[in-house]
């Protein structure tokens, strides 16, 4: 785990998810087979709502991989998931089980009854697939079901302990029930009626946290009186560690509760939230057939490293902690990979990237996605606390560059962000954000390839990733790293935070990357983009070259060793001061001396009880480990901890040991015994009893104010001398295996029009900090264009797609495809007529930008049989409860909450007139909705609308409202609806039944502009509730496009889905003789996204080009190109030789 180890005073159990349930199948085909990984799966929410949302008719195969770091999360979901599919207990004690502190004595029996029956069957992962279990509940290793069998014995053995433990613990329970207080997790629930629910779910929250019940019976409470073991028991061991916020409404949906008008007491939200629990788990019991759930107890960037291992290699066990504190090994179940997937196409982090950063869940899990180019792979990420000023802003940052920028690094970007809406709504989130009531800020953000939501991009064989520029990549790469680690330094801390000091030392102690969480990121960079070791070799120069001109960063050379190590130890990069090293001092003995070692030391158990004895207020403090000499200091901080003893094995020419775990863990008396990785060089620099192991708290200004009083200025725990045989263990360590880059090759029977495409080379800013353009070179070798070409013929380029280019000369037309959205009419043509070459140079495109995603707003993705929007979530509109708009108390949340589709910069273009697509689109849905709902327009609800072009005056498009409904999930509301598309040929078909529906119509007057959009939306519209298949002769095949038209008075849908799921138009009389032409939409608010809608950067940010400083006093540009920037003369005589070339270039360009 390339993450801090962190010393846990206090840990929180989270048996009852804080957030409600979502669909994990929102973004792919109804027809795809769903391969899903759950990366801090937390409670079986998720897993539940995603098979309750499916249609009742799917076949397709389900497929969970559920993870958690908490062994007693999973031994509680597997209770339920076998409590659900054996039916022997009803639903009411399986609700007590999974939601109650306290059960009555039946209860703790059939719970007793049911961990015993899965004792029984057996210790071995043989065993347990040999079950009635085995086909549909899956265990990864055997260190999972040993950890589950374990909390499933200690269920069953509690209520036998010594009086005086359980004593103990149910007065922590109790005590912790004193001091509740509502923290709005259940009231997010409720979406955009946020408000209406507040006071209701703070009375249940206290009454559940007073009784340890839902119950409201006073004698149902008094029966209830036996602590229930299953959240006695977690990663920490026994005792009362749930989360003070644990809620039990919180998992499930309560918008259509108090979103409808009627009175709502506490028993009305049990009741509706233990209805929707019975609809999950009835769904997940008929579901057996088709669904397969595994389970893993493990650290889940150790899971992906893993499984990705085992994808490339083959290999069960790669050496991989399960986690941090744990000394097992991560062996995959022998019996199930070969068979079980490790590749996938839904990714599912939680709010992982709270705990270990965004980028590191990112590196974890992009080599894991599925075919990442395609349309039909997808990430989820999720963050709910925020440490700055601002939490709309905090998801941009966490980053570390540009969001376009770092997506060409990854291949992945937030859809959100390259469509400029999102279809989810996070508004009650804002309005309770800003408002200051609540402390956490929930967003969810879905992933995909940037070029992904081009159908025709992504369509027929990809092309070879980009080209960058050696030392530009060099520059950004460093860049990146300046600001992970910049904070390191109290200079840079105080400026950074100057604004936000209180804030800013409380969280000094949430630090989320280390070197080597750099390094992977490294890897995965190089690994992307395909880069060969020669020019590898150029960018890694260029890297450590502005690394050791940096004098901004005065802590960072104490952590050179540490990156140094790693860079080797993965195959990244080799520097040259990591050599052969002599065999002297602790290596006199040794037969050879590799290059690296991994240090232990066996850090006595009583150094740690200083942390122990102000663990309440210490927070978590970060371990690291320190070579120090009389000269020499350095950190490492990739360091691995467990509780045990060492024992020496081999021999002195070849040393090896063996660890044996303390079973009683934190609570036992063995050592602790910390391990890291360093160069072995370094431990002969001075004299070896000059030379000491230290383990030390890592200095921060939270640690500091604490800890220096306590342990001095060093912060160390412990040290010995690097000779000391009982404390001090050196082994061999040999580094993992280099990666072998995959020279991509096209398609070499690839027929061109006009000739082979190079590769696209990116370009960016001066800064090095944004793509300024992306180069497609296309070689000219068809016999035609060639004549063309060279007799003078100018080509001529127009943009087809968000990500392609047409490219004609002399009658041949080729399609040029980029990695991301582009903006193709700022395009350039480099015309080579002797070299005979063509080069098509674009700016990518932006949220609000031309060209981009502005070119098909609401894409279409996937195969003719297997198709779904990209940027906006499915749905099952018969699972969803209708909005009764009877009711007047609807108006003004429904109002408020329409209203917050748009951002400041939208309502400023609707103040002034422009003529924005996607804002009048946002308009005129805001019409449909307030005029169907009755929000608006007095008492008269309109359910029939015809969009009127207002030039013409003529209509071709009808939408039917036949129900609006709750969008539980995704917090908002939809129409379930029908769209009418008018041509000539049908107008004569149906004349005498539409005459009849005109007086019902409500007009909606709309531009040209508009009328194009809305003809884009509509296949998405109906592709995000689609219930039935696409033929063989679907128009969209036949005709290679989506939408068939954008062009008035003709159908952009296909054919397929007409007549189809139109129940809704049948029970209407003046619609159903209509029904046979029609098509069911399911239409939604889109939301402006929050951290968007300020778009620039300061030019005074700008940076040195040779040592990345500021100004000195001011930056000054290169007087040739104007480009480049520099802090001062002697950095622009530095960087002369290189840039000339460059500057002449780009000179001649301009």
């Known amino acids: 785990m390339a993450h801090p180890l962190v010393f846990q005073g206090k840990y929180f159990f989270y048996p009852i998810g804080n957030t409600s349930a979502v669909s994990l199948l929102r973004d792919i085909a109804p027809e795809e087979p769903a391969n899903l990984l759950l990366l801090g799966c937390g409670d079986p929410r998720n897993v539940l709502y995603s098979i309750f949302s499916e249609h009742s008719h799917s076949e397709r195969p389900l497929d969970f991989t559920c993870c958690d770091i908490d062994p007693a999360i999973l031994a509680r979901n597997v209770l339920l998931y076998t409590l659900v599919a054996d039916n022997q207990v009803s639903q009411d004690v399986i609700w007590n089980i999974m939601f109650h502190f306290y059960v009555d004595k039946s209860t703790l029996s059939q719970l007793a009854a049911q961990c015993k029956k899965l004792l029984d069957i057996g210790e071995t992962l043989k065993a347990w697939d040999a079950s009635a279990y085995g086909p549909f509940l899956k265990m990864g290793t055997q260190y999972t079901l040993d950890e589950l069998r374990r909390h499933w014995a200690l269920y069953n053995s509690y209520h036998d302990l010594p009086v005086e433990r359980r004593n103990a613990v149910r007065n922590a329970f109790s005590e912790k029930s004193r001091t509740a207080k509502d923290l709005g997790i259940g009231a997010r629930s409720a979406g955009p009626v946020i408000d209406k629910a507040t006071k209701v779910c703070e009375e249940q929250f206290l009454a559940y946290w007073k009784t340890g019940t839902t119950f409201s019976k006073t004698k149902d409470i008094a029966t209830a009186s036996f602590l229930n073991p299953t959240f006695v028991y977690s990663l920490i061991g026994e005792g009362c560690n749930v989360h003070y ?49 595994r389970f893993f107890a493990s650290e889940a960037t150790a899971l992906c490293k893993a499984l990705g291992g085992f994808d490339a290699t083959g290999a069960l066990n790669l050496g991989i902690f399960v986690a941090p504190w744990k000394t097992q090994f991560l062996q995959l179940n022998p019996a199930e990979y070969g068979i079980a997937p490790s590749t996938f196409n839904v990714i599912d982090s939680s709010n992982l990237s709270d705990h270990i950063g965004l980028l590191n869940v990112l590196i974890a899990t992009v080599p894991l996605l599925r075919s990442p180019a395609s349309c039909g792979s997808v990430l989820y990420t999720e963050s709910l606390t925020y440490h700055g000023k601002d939490a709309t802003k905090e998801f941009a940052e966490s980053l570390y560059a540009d969001i376009h920028t770092a997506g060409a690094l990854l291949n992945l970007a937030p859809t959100d962000y390259v469509g400029g809406f999102s279809s989810r709504s996070n508004t009650h989130e804002l309005i309770a954000y800003m408002a200051g009531r609540q402390n956490q800020f929930h967003q969810t953000t879905t992933w995909k390839a940037p070029a992904s939501g081009d159908r025709l991009a992504s369509s027929g064989d990809q092309p070879l990733p980009p080209v960058w520029d050696a030392r530009q990549l060099g520059t950004l790469l460093y860049d990146i790293y300046h600001q992970l680690f910049e904070q390191e330094d109290s200079h840079h801390f105080w400026r950074l935070n100057q604004n936000n000091v209180i804030n800013a030392v409380a969280a000094s102690n949430i630090v989320h990357y280390i070197r080597e969480s750099f390094v992977l990121f490294l890897k995965l960079v190089r690994k992307n983009l395909q880069i060969p070791n020669h020019l590898w070799l150029d960018v890694m120069q260029r ?38 090293t002599e065999k002297t001092g602790p290596f006199a003995s040794w037969d050879t001396v590799p290059l690296l070692v991994r240090v232990i030391l066996v850090v006595p158990r009583e150094k740690f009880a200083v942390l122990e004895s102000i663990s309440e207020t210490l927070g978590t403090p970060i371990l690291q480990c320190d070579t120090r000499g009389k000269w020499s200091h350095n950190q490492f901080t990739a360091v691995h901890a467990a509780f045990g003893t060492v024992i020496r094995m081999g021999t002195k020419s070849r040393p090896r040991a063996i660890f044996k775990e303390d079973p009683e863990g934190r609570k036992g008396s063995s050592p602790i015994v910390v391990s890291f990785i360093m160069s072995a060089g370094l431990l002969t620099l001075e004299r070896p009893e000059d030379t000491r192991i230290c383990c030390s708290v890592r200095s921060t200004p939270a640690s500091v104010m604490t800890l220096v009083k306590r342990l001095g200025i060093e912060q160390s725990l412990f040290s010995a001398n690097l000779m000391d045989a009982d404390h001090v263990h050196i082994l061999p360590q040999d580094p993992f295996p280099s990666p072998k880059p995959v020279a991509a090759q096209g398609n070499p029977n690839q027929i061109f029009e006009i000739g082979r495409l190079e590769p696209v080379v990116v370009e960016l800013d001066e800064e090095c900090e944004l793509i300024s353009s992306l180069t497609s070179m296309v070689l000219v070798e068809n016999t ?15 943009q087809l797609s968000p990500c392609v280019m047409r490219l004609t000369v002399g009658g041949r037309s080729q399609n040029v495809v980029y990695p991301m959205p582009i903006n193709g009419m700022q395009n350039k043509l480099r015309l080579a007529r002797k070299s005979l070459y063509i080069e098509v140079i674009v700016p990518p495109s932006g949220p609000f930008k031309a060209g981009g995603m502005k070119v098909n707003p609401f894409p279409v993705v996937g195969t003719h049989t297997s198709l779904h929007p990209w940027n906006i979530h499915r749905l099952n509109l018969s699972s969803l409860p209708i909005l009764n708009v009877k009711t007047p108390v609807q108006k003004k949340w429904v109002n408020l909450h329409l209203g917050s589709m748009m951002s400041a910069r939208e309502y400023a273009l609707r103040k002034a007139h422009e003529d924005d697509a996607l804002m009048r689109v946002k308009e005129t849905i805001n019409t449909i909705f307030v005029r169907s709902s009755g929000a608006q327009g007095g008492d008269k609800i309109q359910r029939v609308f015809n969009l009127v072009e207002t030039e013409s005056k003529n209509c071709d498009t009808v939408l039917f409202v036949s129900d609006l409904k709750f969008d539980l999930s995704s917090h908002t509301i939809v129409c379930d609806g029908y769209v009418l598309p008018l041509t000539k040929s049908l107008l004569l078909k149906i004349e005498v ?70 129940d809704g138009m049948l029970k209407v009389p003046e619609w159903s003789k209509l029904a046979p032409f029609a098509v069911r939409i399911a239409f939604s608010p889109l939301f402006a996204v929050s951290y968007l809608e300020k778009v620039g950067r300061d030019p005074a940010a700008g940076r040195c080009f040779v040592c990345r400083g500021k100004g000195k006093p001011k930056m000054m540009k290169c007087t040739a190109c104007g480009k480049v920037r520099y802090c001062s003369r002697e950095c622009q005589s530095k960087d002369w030789k290189a840039h000339k070339p460059k500057c002449k270039q780009a000179v001649v360009k301009v």
Request: with cysteine.
């Open 245 to 293: 916020g644990t809620d039990p409404v919180a998992p499930f949906h309560l918008a259509a509760l108090f979103g409808s008008g009627i009175r709502v007491s506490v028993t009305d939200l049990v009741k509706i939230v233990k209805a929707e629990f019975s609809d999950w788990c009835s769904a997940f019991r008929t579901s057996r057939g088709r669904t397969v759930l």
């Open 993 to 1062: 039944q539409f005459r009849k529906l005109i007086p019902a119509m409500y007009g909606i007057p709309v531009s040209k502009v508009e009328i194009a959009a809305w003809k884009r939306l509509m296949p998405t519209l109906v592709e995000r509730c689609r219930s039935w298949k696409h033929t063989d002769t679907c128009e969209y095949v036949v005709q290679g496009k989506i939408p068939l038209t954008d062009e008035m008075e003709r159908d952009p849908l296909c054919s397929c889905g007409k007549g189809k799921d139109v």
């Open 784 to 798: 035609e264009a060639k004549h063309a070409f060279g007799t003078g013929a100018m080509p001529e380029v127009s």
């Open 543 to 580: 890297f450590i070259n502005l690394k050791e001109a940096d004098k901004s960063l005065p802590m960072d050379s104490v952590n050179y060793q540490d990156l140094a190590a790693h860079l080797h130890l993965h195959g990244v990069h080799t520097i040259p001061f990591l050599h052969i």
